[in-house]
Every structure is written in structure tokens, then in C-alpha cells.
């Protein structure tokens, strides 16, 4: 009798484990980060530009929390996508510039911390943040491939990548027709008749799309490149909802960075404009319609409800042309001035959040991570130190004020140095409705007000002195901090 009894409480605490495990699985929310590539402040409808067609951002914007300051970790997109990855600033673990560096094995990302309630993984687009290849050099940056950078998706917690180390063209990613790299041509000429392997007049582009060690895309891949990261994205995500599994999808277009290209349909709408302008803007709407594309099928999945969309970009507008905007803000991108960093986001969570929120509170990139772990219930063991937060309690309760500094460290482009030879670093670091930017590689600082300012003309550190002195103190703990985890001592 007694076996009776145990073998029906052994069922009884079966049964009721894989009830509350079922539960679990329904509560936890699929998650999908979608990253544009030097999208300005400007460059999209609903931040205000009167030109280009985004209908689907400004319908995100409209079902979800749109922020107002929402700030990229760093002015160039390497060091911000690893911030989006791991929560921390990228002076953590050494990639200070586009290209420069790789994620160190150490680095908990968000692909890894999601695994431990078993969700499955995936990486689609641009990666930057390391080799994908021991072997194949990629990309146009100086040097020959590294094995000891290499640090490829795979490597970090991904279970399916359809992914390239950099940038791509923006329409037949494999094969660029026009000029040489930088030039005129270069940015906007298009030919979608030529086949990968033909030159006539054109390169075939030495960035190859990797699905895993060793493994990479080796055919013909036509049409708008948006739309090929999104096919494969979408695969991603109906298989994991076939099997009802919880998901980490990480979407990163190559759009709109250089080469810009747009597909003759793309074009159309701005028929009336120059050449230049139609492949500018055609690209950026051909990025929207993937975006759309997305929201569409999640709906008619009916995974909308429960699924984090969180849309940004990776920096502020390219500073190789004109076409771009960033709204009125200072600066371009590799700058600290606001715009460098402050870029368009949405965040879209229908269980949770409120439709049609405008969020003045300040954000990064780095809160990401942790607002990702916050949402899924997720705490890391021997967690590094995190430079980002969890901002979901306040945009639940709406508040705009955040108790924390959001600080920023990049090397000075080469076109901003006063010498060729001399290592010179930009420094900011934001307290509210307050920004204080170095001058000078550091040696003066300017304070700003960029509620009243945005544009950050008016400097008003003689007013404030007691504020610089304080900000200047915490940022310069910071970078101590930083140097102690570039150090290594963050990993157990």
C-alpha cells in the first residue's frame, strides 16, 4: 500500500511540475532585436523626416514605446553591438572601434543567458564583433585574418546564424557594381543583371554570409538584402513556434550603411528625386517593409502579444555623404555630440507595455541585456559588472528619470585628430537633462543642456560648476572601472 502511495505522489508531483512548466513556457516572452545600421535620428518618418515612406516604424512607434533619447553605446557600430550583446560598455572588454577588437570568451551575451530557460538562439545580419573565419579574410579593414579574433555567432550562444562579419551592399549583397571603394560610384550603382562571378565594371563583394564554422552561403543571393536577412529570420522563427519553442531572434540589417543600393521597385517613390536620393531612401523603406513583414506574421501567428520587438540603430548618421539626418542634433557619426549617439528606438511588448508611449527617459544600448533578463526572469551567475540597467519598471510606471549616469568613452576619428600620431579619446557622460563632452582629448569639458539644447550650442559648464565637478568625478571612476574589467577581472 505504501508503494501505492508513493508511486501516486510521485505522479501527483510529476503531473503538477509539468503543469507549472507549461506555464512557465507560455509566461516567458519570445524576443526579437532588430538593429538598423547608420539610421540617423532623423532618417525615418516618425523622428520627423518629411521625405522618406517608413510606415511600418512609425506603426511600431504608434503600438509600442517610442523613445525620445535613446542612445547607442558608442558613435560606430562595433563597440555598440557588443554593448546590445552583453549590457556592458565595449572599453570592457576591448572593441573601442568599428572593426577593432572581437568578444572574449568570458563575455556572457544575451544569446548564452537566454539559453539557461532553454530558448533557442538565432543571429541574422551584420555581426561585427568578431571573425567568422580562422582562415577567409573578410571585410575591408587593414590587416590579414586574425585566428585570434575569431568569435563568431556560433561561438557565442547562437544556434542558427545567417551572418557577415561587416557591412554588405544593400541590393545583391554578393556582387557590387560601380566604382572602387569610397568612391562616388561606389555608394549608389546598381545592376541586378550581373551574376556573382561576372565583373563588368563592378567587384564581387569579399563579405560572404556564414551559417557556421567553415560554412557559408555560396550561391547567387538576388533582390534587396533586407529581405534575404528576413527570409531566413522568418524560417528561424516559424520553426520555433512549429515546435513551440521560446526564441531569441537577433536581426541586424546592413541598411543604410554604405554601399546604399535600392532595387528598381524601391526606387519608384522617389522617382522625382535625384539618383543618390532614390537609392537613399528606397533602401531605407525597403528595410521598413522587412520590418513589417515581421510585425505581420508574428500577428497572424499570434505571437504579437507576448514577443519583445525592440527596433534601434547601431549609431548616428554616416559622415561619407549627405542623405542622411540626424534631426537637428550635433554631429555625425564617431562623435560623442548627441548626433553620434541618439538615435531611433521602439520597444514593443503588448503584455506589458502600453501602446503609443513617448518615453523621454534616457535609454542605451546597454540596458538591453539587462532589460531582456529582467523581462525573461533570468539572473546570470557570476555575473561582469553591467554598465546598463533593467528600464522596465519605469516605462511600466512611466517615470523619466534615471538614477544613473550613462557614460561614454571612444577614440577620435583620424579626420578629428590634430595630429596623425597622437592617440586622442572623446569622452561624455549624461545625467538627466545634463551632458557634459570633453574638448581637448579630455583637458576641458563643455556642459550642455540637451532638454532646452538639443543641438548642444550653448555651453553652460561656468554655470554649473559643482555639477561639472561631480560628472567629471563619476566618469573618471568609470574608467577606472572599465580599465580593472579590460584587465580581465570581471571573469570567474
Known amino acids: 500500500m505504501r508503494n501505492v502511495f508513493v508511486i501516486i505522489c510521485g505522479l501527483a508531483i510529476l503531473i503538477s511540475g509539468c503543469v507549472a512548466d507549461q506555464s512557465s513556457k507560455e509566461q516567458l516572452p519570445n524576443v526579437i532585436l532588430v538593429m538598423a545600421d547608420d539610421l540617423g535620428y532623423g532618417d525615418i518618418a516618425c523622428y520627423g523626416n518629411d521625405v522618406v515612406a517608413t510606415p511600418a516604424l512609425d506603426q511600431l512607434a504608434t503600438e509600442g514605446v517610442k523613445f525620445q533619447q535613446f542612445y547607442a553605446a558608442a558613435p560606430v557600430c562595433s563597440p555598440t553591438r557588443g554593448s546590445c550583446l552583453t549590457g556592458r560598455?565595449?572599453?570592457?572588454?576591448?572593441?573601442?572601434?568599428?572593426?577593432?577588437?572581437?568578444?572574449?570568451?568570458?563575455?556572457?551575451?544575451?544569446?548564452?543567458?537566454?539559453?539557461?530557460?532553454?530558448?533557442?538562439?538565432?543571429?541574422?545580419?551584420?555581426?561585427?564583433?568578431?571573425?567568422?573565419?580562422?582562415?577567409?579574410?573578410?571585410?575591408?579593414?587593414?590587416?590579414?585574418v586574425d585566428p585570434n579574433h575569431y568569435s563568431p555567432p556560433w561561438e557565442n550562444g547562437f544556434d542558427e546564424c545567417f551572418s557577415t562579419e561587416s557591412m554588405m551592399p544593400t541590393y545583391n549583397p554578393y556582387y557590387h557594381v560601380g566604382g572602387d571603394?569610397?568612391?562616388?560610384?561606389?555608394?549608389?550603382?546598381?545592376?541586378?543583371?550581373?551574376?556573382?562571378?561576372?565583373?563588368?565594371?563592378?567587384?564581387?563583394?569579399?563579405?560572404?554570409?556564414?551559417?557556421?564554422?567553415?560554412?557559408?552561403?555560396d550561391e547567387w543571393l538576388e533582390g534587396d538584402d533586407s529581405k534575404i536577412i528576413m527570409d531566413r529570420a522568418l524560417n528561424f522563427i516559424g520553426d520555433c513556434h512549429s515546435n513551440e519553442d521560446h526564441f531569441l531572434s537577433v536581426i541586424w540589417f546592413h541598411t543604410p550603411h554604405t554601399p546604399v543600393v535600392a532595387g528598381n521597385e524601391d526606387r519608384k517613390t522617389y522617382s522625382a528625386l535625384s539618383m543618390e536620393?532614390?537609392?537613399?531612401?528606397?533602401?531605407?523603406?525597403?528595410?521598413?517593409?522587412?520590418?513589417?513583414r515581421l510585425m505581420t506574421y508574428l500577428k497572424e501567428k499570434g505571437l504579437d502579444e507576448n514577443t519583445i520587438v525592440w527596433f534601434c540603430s547601431d549609431n548616428g548618421p554616416s559622415y561619407i555623404h549627405n542623405?542622411?539626418?540626424?534631426?537637428?542634433?550635433?554631429?555625425?557619426?564617431?562623435?560623442?555630440?548627441?548626433?553620434?549617439?541618439?538615435?531611433?528606438?521602439?520597444l514593443y511588448w503588448p503584455r506589458k507595455l502600453e501602446k503609443a508611449v513617448v518615453s523621454d527617459l534616457p535609454v542605451s544600448t546597454s540596458d538591453i541585456y539587462p532589460t531582456v533578463l529582467d523581462a525573461c526572469g533570468i539572473e546570470v551567475e557570476h555575473q561582469p559588472i553591467l554598465d546598463g540597467k533593467s528600464i522596465l519598471s519605469q516605462l511600466?510606471?512611466?517615470?523619466?528619470?534615471?538614477?544613473?549616469?550613462?557614460?561614454?568613452?571612444?577614440?577620435?576619428?583620424?579626420?578629428?585628430?590634430?595630429?596623425?600620431?597622437?592617440n586622442e579619446e572623446q569622452y561624455a557622460v549624461i545625467d538627466g537633462e545634463f551632458k557634459l563632452i570633453s574638448v581637448d582629448n579630455g583637458a576641458t569639458y563643455q556642459l550642455y543642456n540637451i532638454k532646452t539644447d538639443k543641438a548642444e550650442q550653448k555651453d553652460i559648464s561656468y554655470l554649473y560648476l559643482d555639477r561639472v565637478g561631480k560628472m567629471r568625478k563619476a566618469l573618471e571612476d568609470w574608467r577606472v572601472s572599465c580599465k580593472n574589467s579590460a584587465a580581465g577581472n570581471d571573469y570567474q
Do not use: C
Not at 324 to 340: D, I, M, P, Q, V
Not at 398 to 419: C, E, I, M, N
Open 396 to 422: 511600466q510606471n512611466k517615470t523619466t528619470r534615471r538614477s544613473d549616469y550613462l557614460f561614454f568613452q571612444s577614440p577620435l576619428p583620424a579626420r578629428l585628430k590634430k595630429s596623425e600620431t597622437t
Open 277 to 292: 536620393e532614390q537609392h537613399w531612401y528606397g533602401a531605407i523603406s525597403a528595410m521598413d517593409k522587412q520590418v513589417g
Open 181 to 217: 571603394y569610397g568612391t562616388e560610384g561606389y555608394l549608389h550603382i546598381q545592376n541586378k543583371e550581373i551574376k556573382r562571378g561576372q565583373r563588368n565594371d563592378g567587384f564581387q563583394w569579399r563579405d560572404l554570409y556564414w551559417t557556421g564554422p567553415g560554412q557559408f552561403v
Open 89 to 144: 560598455h565595449p572599453f570592457r572588454y576591448g572593441i573601442p572601434w568599428a572593426g577593432d577588437g572581437f568578444l572574449p570568451e568570458g563575455e556572457v551575451t544575451i544569446a548564452e543567458a537566454l539559453k539557461i530557460k532553454n530558448y533557442r538562439t538565432g543571429h541574422f545580419g551584420k555581426w561585427h564583433v568578431g571573425e567568422l573565419s580562422k582562415t577567409v579574410n573578410q571585410s575591408y579593414f587593414a590587416g590579414d
Open 323 to 346: 542623405l542622411n539626418s540626424s534631426g537637428g542634433l550635433r554631429g555625425k557619426k564617431a562623435t560623442l555630440y548627441e548626433g553620434g549617439l541618439r538615435v531611433p528606438a521602439m
